[in-house]
């Protein structure tokens, strides 16, 4: 009963303000993750309404966001290596004061040199590529002894450890993921998000160009995206059962949601059916999002847990890159309507395929089957960045 009890609060609103409340580590670290993130999306809003209004091309606002991802990919190996190496939290701190300076060059841009927005947002991204590996691996560390039995501290002394270098680092980390098909699963389903991800590029084209909402328009479909991406984690975590043992299916059926809001987002007639299309195409984005970070971060032991979420973080940022050029050229080649349909579609699909995939770690519970045994157990709440 004691058991039970416990599983039962290890998910949904209540136990999650509970740990807010209670774990002060915890809580900082949430809340400074949620200020970033927001703060994040509202320069993307400001960059990607002026991009369009300048150049009027989708192809412009993929290539931004590009320049936002293809840093963070070619910046894995080391990021991960860094994750692993330092203390997570001072490592976090030194990343955000940098980037904090770059914000502030922003102020800089405008119409006459656009090309400086590319520049900063790529800057931006390498310090990015190592704060958000250091802050995932640090989830584990800072809950309570009392929600669940973790054996690290936040800022555990690392310095008695073995360390290799960067190459070898990264070829540990493929080989992990390679053995541990949970791992493999739970890595390879953002991926696959990564490569429909890329309809984000056509929001601001939605907005500005198809219903002509200008900046408050696209707002509007951001903040949509943004209410879907919270609800949405909360909503997966209680379908996937008291223990998770739904997680693999919860996950697929999250990705499908996802493909399918976007391509519902082609015919709808009015801004705000579109935002309707984005928030429940985002319920299914955030809940794919945290289930497989959760998945991550309890199956993956504390010693090679950064350089799993830098790989994992650089496979999505890869895929996001690519689809945010196709999906963007799309729209200008053949409209953004029928463009966001295709790119809608495959989301859909490699949710069909990851699902037939998967089959092997379906066959039994995903924290007591093949690969090796969960060391850590972690509360299911974290951020939603998708």
């Known amino acids: 009963m004691v058991e039970r009890v416990g599983r039962e609060r290890a998910t949904g609103a209540r136990a999650a303000a509970s740990l807010l409340r209670r774990n002060r580590d915890f809580r900082r670290l949430f809340l400074a993750s949620v200020i970033s993130l927001g703060g994040d999306w509202f320069l993307f809003v400001a960059l990607g309404g002026l991009v369009i209004e300048v150049t009027g091309e989708a192809f412009a606002v993929g290539v931004l966001i590009m320049a936002q991802e293809l840093p963070v990919f070619l910046a894995t190996p080391w990021a991960g290596w860094l994750a692993d190496r330092f203390d997570r939290r001072r490592l976090m701190i030194a990343c955000d004061i940098a980037r904090t300076a770059l914000c502030v060059a922003f102020l800089a841009v405008g119409p006459r040199n656009l090309w400086l927005a590319y520049v900063l947002l790529a800057a ?10 250091a802050s ?10 009392k929600d669940l039995p973790i054996r690290r501290l936040f800022s555990e002394d690392r310095t008695g450890e073995e360390h290799v270098g960067i190459t070898r680092a990264s070829i540990e980390t493929a080989r992990y993921a390679r053995r541990d098909h949970r791992v493999r699963a739970l890595i390879s389903v953002k991926f696959g998000f990564g490569l429909a991800a890329g309809v984000l590029a056509l929001v601001a084209v939605f907005a500005r160009q198809v219903f002509h909402g200008g900046d ?40 499908a949601v996802f493909g399918v809001g976007y391509m519902a987002l082609g015919a709808m007639p009015t801004l ?45 940022t890869l895929s996001l890159a690519v689809s945010s050029l196709i999906a963007s050229a799309l729209a200008d080649a053949i409209g953004p309507r029928t463009a966001v ?21 379906r066959a039994t519970p995903i924290f007591e089957g093949c690969g090796e045994a969960p060391i850590e157990q972690v509360a299911p709440l974290t951020l939603a960045v998708e």
């Open 341 to 361: 349909v295709i790119v809608g579609g495959l989301a859909l699909g490699w949710a069909a395929l990851w699902w037939f995939l998967t089959r092997d770690v």
């Open 216 to 255: 408050v328009g696209f707002g509007f479909l951001m903040s949509c995206r943004g209410v879907g991406a919270l609800i949405g984690p909360f909503l997966g975590h209680r379908l996937a059962g008291r223990d998770h043992e739904r997680l693999i299916p919860t996950i697929a059926t999250a990705l």
């Open 124 to 133: 931006l991204s390498v310090f990015a590529a190592v704060f958000d590996p």
């Open 136 to 145: 995932s691996a640090s989830i584990p560390n800072v809950v309570d002894q």
């Open 272 to 316: 705000w059916l579109a935002g309707l299309s984005i928030l429940v195409a985002h319920l299914g984005g955030g809940a794919q999002w945290v289930l497989s970070t959760y998945g991550l971060q309890r199956l993956v032991p504390d010693r090679i847990r950064g350089r799993i979420f830098a790989f994992d973080f650089a496979l999505i």
